[in-house]
C-alpha cells in the first residue's frame, strides 16, 4: 500500500481530499452495461447536433458567399500606384537595357537578406547577370525602392503570390524584367491631395 503523509490537514498520495467535502475526489464511474452504452451513444449524438446547430439552421438560408475574382469585372479590387506588392525591374527605353547598374545597395539594405545580385562590369558597363529576389522572405518595407540611385527597381500593385511551393516565390532577372515592361517608373504612393481628386473623378462629381 502507497505510504500516505499528511501536509497542512491534505493527505498526498494519489488523490487529495476535496477542501469542501474532506471525500476523496476520485472521478467517478459506473459500470458499463448496455443501458449505459446506448445512453453515451445517445449523448454522444446530441453533442454532435448541438455543435453543429449553426450549420444545420443556415444550411437552407440564402448564401452570402463572395466570390473572387468577382464575375464583374469593375468590382475587382486594383491597388493604387505605390502598393507594396510584388517585384520588377525597369528597363531603360533608349538602350532596352534594364536600368540596373548592380550597385547592390538593395542587396546591403534588405532586412530580410532576401535579394541576391552577381555583377559583371565596370563603370558604366557594370550589370547583373543574375538577380533573384525571394519573395517568401521579403517584409515589403520598401527599402530597395528607396535606396537604388537608378530607379531600376519598383513594387507592382500585384497582391496575389499565392503558390503551392516556396520555390516559386523565388523571382530571377527573367521574371523581373518582363514584369517591369509595364512601367516606365517607379511606382511611388499618390499625394493626398492627388488621391483625393482621383476618387473626386471616380465619383464623377
Keep these: ?66 466570390q473572387y475574382p468577382h464575375r464583374q469585372a469593375r468590382r475587382n479590387w486594383l491597388p493604387g500606384p505605390g502598393y507594396r506588392g510584388d517585384f520588377a525591374l525597369i528597363t531603360d527605353w533608349k538602350t532596352w537595357e ?52 537608378a530607379s531600376a527597381i519598383t513594387m507592382t500593385p500585384d497582391y496575389e503570390t499565392a503558390v503551392d511551393t516556396p520555390r516559386k516565390l523565388i523571382r530571377d532577372i527573367d521574371y523581373l524584367r518582363t514584369r517591369g515592361l509595364e512601367f516606365d517608373d517607379v511606382q511611388r504612393p499618390l499625394e493626398a491631395q492627388q488621391t483625393a481628386e482621383a476618387e473626386h473623378e471616380d465619383k464623377g462629381e
Design 1 to 66: 500500500m502507497r505510504e500516505m503523509r499528511e501536509t497542512r490537514g491534505f493527505v498526498l498520495g494519489p488523490y487529495n481530499p476535496s477542501p469542501t467535502t474532506g471525500l476523496v475526489d476520485v472521478p467517478p464511474r459506473r459500470r458499463l452495461t448496455v443501458w449505459n452504452a446506448l445512453w453515451l451513444i445517445a449523448e454522444g449524438a446530441w453533442t454532435i447536433l448541438v455543435g453543429h446547430w449553426v450549420t444545420l439552421r443556415n444550411f437552407w438560408r440564402k448564401k452570402v458567399t463572395d
Design 98 to 149: 534594364l536600368r540596373c547598374i548592380a550597385c547592390l545597395q538593395c542587396q546591403n539594405v534588405c532586412p530580410s537578406g532576401c535579394i541576391h545580385i552577381t555583377p559583371e562590369g565596370r563603370g558604366r558597363e557594370r550589370h547583373p547577370v543574375e538577380f533573384y529576389i525571394d519573395a517568401g522572405l521579403c517584409q515589403y518595407c520598401w527599402l530597395c525602392v528607396e535606396v537604388c540611385p
